[in-house]
């Protein structure tokens, strides 16, 4: 379910400010966002006419919006829908007043994109000019208000190095988050990022990606393709795990058979400790 199209923020790794340049061009505004009666008519057609029980807000950042427009919304939501949902932001547009907010509309999880964790990197690569500070201060509200969220992080840019890399998982185990996860970074048509990666040669013009579930299209000399696998794959202890079983957790980024043995052994120590707890609320959802 959309409430707005399109969105403020200019990542280098995304493709939205792109497609912002291409409406601009033609004289258009790409930026859109329904206004709450139009929301509240469509909410209402898939509550009563097919059921729905959760709701899920597709938009880039759920978050831009001002004030007025969300104390309005949640108005809407709470009196007419009053059903869970999940919706995705930035950290930094988080305040105590509409985290309320959001804990009053019934909010049941929020995805928030961390994406790198060290901020001179994440400032002059992807253009995301927020402290690292005022993340984990910022996240630490979801906390104060019991609201469950999921960090996600990016790992394989361009200029990268496994050193730059580890300072995400550094930060992250800063966040008191529930769930966190590592995806690669994949070049799309239309990113700055991908113009760069064309120019130092990691990928041909015509380089198709498809997703950012799937293994990196990059081979840098200083960050080879299967070292951003093995530390991808190993984001989850390194995170989850004590930092004196580093040495162990770094063996398991190796795809050899005592890497896989090691990897498998630390992810069902990681699932036993940390995620078993889950499978009630899958249940109930």
């Not at 305040?95 to 990197?121: A, Q």
């Not at 979801?142 to 300072?167: Q, W």
């Not at 120019?199 to 799937?214: A, M, R, Y």
Request: proline share 4%.
């Amino acid at each position: 379910m959309e409430t707005h199209r399109g969105c403020p923020y200019k990542c280098s790794y995304c493709n939205s400010p792109s497609k912002e340049k291409i409406y601009k061009d033609a004289g258009e505004v790409y930026f859109r966002l329904k206004n709450v009666d139009g929301v509240r008519r469509e909410l209402l057609h898939y509550k009563e006419n097919f059921g729905a029980e959760y709701f899920y807000f597709w938009a880039d950042t759920f978050l831009a919006l001002s004030d007025k427009y969300l104390e309005e919304f949640a108005d809407m939501y709470k009196s007419d829908i009053n059903l869970p949902f999940w919706c995705q932001t930035r950290p930094e547009t988080l305040t105590e007043e509409r985290v309320s907010i959001l804990k009053e509309m019934g909010i049941h999880r929020m995805g928030l994109g961390l994406e790198h964790g060290n901020e001179e990197f994440r400032a002059t690569m992807l253009d995301r000019k927020v402290s690292s500070e005022i993340i984990i201060e910022d996240l630490k509200i979801l906390n104060h208000f019991d609201v469950k969220y999921s960090v996600n992080n990016i790992v394989g840019f361009p200029n990268e190095t496994r050193e730059l890399a580890m300072d995400t998982i550094r930060i992250n185990r800063q966040i008191n988050a529930d769930t966190r996860n590592m995806y690669t970074f994949s070049p799309f048509h239309g990113t700055p990022l991908r113009d760069i990666a064309i120019q130092q040669g990691l990928i041909e013009k015509d380089t198709l990606v498809k997703s950012l579930s799937s293994p990196t299209v990059l081979d840098m000399p200083q960050f080879s393709a299967s070292a951003i696998g093995g530390l991808k794959r190993c984001f989850v202890p390194y995170v989850l795990l004590e930092k004196d079983r580093w040495p162990e957790i770094k063996k398991a980024e190796s795809f050899t058979e005592e890497g896989n043995t090691i990897w498998e052994s630390l992810m069902a120590e990681c699932r036993a400790r940390f995620f078993d707890h889950f499978l009630p609320e899958l249940d109930e959802y």
